[in-house]
């Protein structure tokens, strides 16, 4: 399911237990891949949305902008009367183009909520996972600080014991000699 590339061999030699390093780092939206839009991605909600999108850019304003200019600057010289003024055809041509922007752009943002939704969950998952993770790595560090502890502990009664061994043989050793040096 998630790709991941191998590591460097040498600098695995280097780093003992590193094997694979994942490299998908949206492993946990997978998941939500099956999802399906409320209005499907069939082509044209994929359009309708390209253009709900395409509705709010710099270059759609200035277009309409300049076109709008054009419209009313050659109805009112009278260069052409084809929609004089109050420019009525002008009116239903924005009325037409918000009939069908507000279905679009709501269509849009059904869309982007649902994804946004799926992402959230799918972060949710993410940070609940690196959570466990979290506590899993403290509570591996108490084990083993623990474990460190009792080995010292260990440590430490090895070492009084070396020592009283030692004792013992200096006092086993010294009384071997005395034994030996009054013998002969």
């Given at each position: 399911?998630?790709?991941?590339?191998?590591?460097?061999p040498?600098?695995?030699?280097?780093?003992?237990?590193?094997?694979?390093?994942?490299?998908?780092?949206?492993?946990?939206?997978?998941?939500?891949?099956?999802?399906?839009?409320?209005?499907?991605?069939d082509?044209?909600?994929?359009?309708?949305?390209?253009?709900?999108?395409?509705?709010?850019?710099?270059?759609?304003?200035v277009?309409?902008?300049?076109?709008?200019?054009?419209?009313?600057?050659?109805?009112?010289?009278?260069?052409?009367?084809?929609?004089?003024?109050?420019?009525?055809?002008?009116?239903?041509?924005?009325?037409?183009?918000?009939?069908?922007?507000?279905?679009?752009?709501?269509?849009?943002?059904?869309?982007?909520?649902?994804?946004?939704?799926?992402?959230?969950?799918?972060?949710?998952?993410?940070?609940?996972?690196?959570?466990?993770?979290?506590?899993?790595?403290?509570?591996?560090?108490?084990?083993?600080?623990?474990?460190?502890?009792?080995?010292l502990?260990?440590?430490?009664?090895?070492?009084?014991?070396?020592?009283?061994?030692?004792?013992?043989?200096?006092?086993?050793?010294?009384?071997?000699?005395?034994?030996?040096?009054?013998?002969?």
């Amino acid at each position: 399911m998630a790709e991941t590339i191998k590591s460097n061999p040498e600098h695995r030699e280097e780093q003992p237990g590193i094997t694979e390093a994942p490299t998908n780092y949206f492993r946990f939206h997978l998941q939500h891949l099956h999802l399906g839009s409320v209005f499907g991605d069939d082509w044209f909600a994929l359009k309708a949305e390209g253009f709900a999108r395409f509705f709010g850019t710099p270059v759609f304003l200035v277009g309409q902008t300049i076109i709008v200019a054009i419209w009313i600057f050659l109805n009112a010289s009278g260069y052409t009367r084809f929609d004089i003024y109050p420019f009525i055809l002008l009116n239903l041509a924005f009325s037409l183009q918000a009939a069908y922007a507000a279905p679009l752009i709501l269509l849009a943002q059904t869309r982007q909520a649902d994804r946004d939704k799926a992402h959230a969950d799918a972060d949710a998952q993410h940070r609940e996972a690196l959570a466990m993770a979290s506590e899993q790595r403290e509570l591996l560090g108490a084990r083993q600080s623990e474990q460190i502890l009792l080995l010292l502990q260990q440590n430490t009664r090895l070492t009084e014991l070396v020592r009283e061994l030692a004792e013992r043989i200096d006092t086993l050793t010294t009384a071997v000699h005395s034994k030996v040096v009054q013998g002969g």
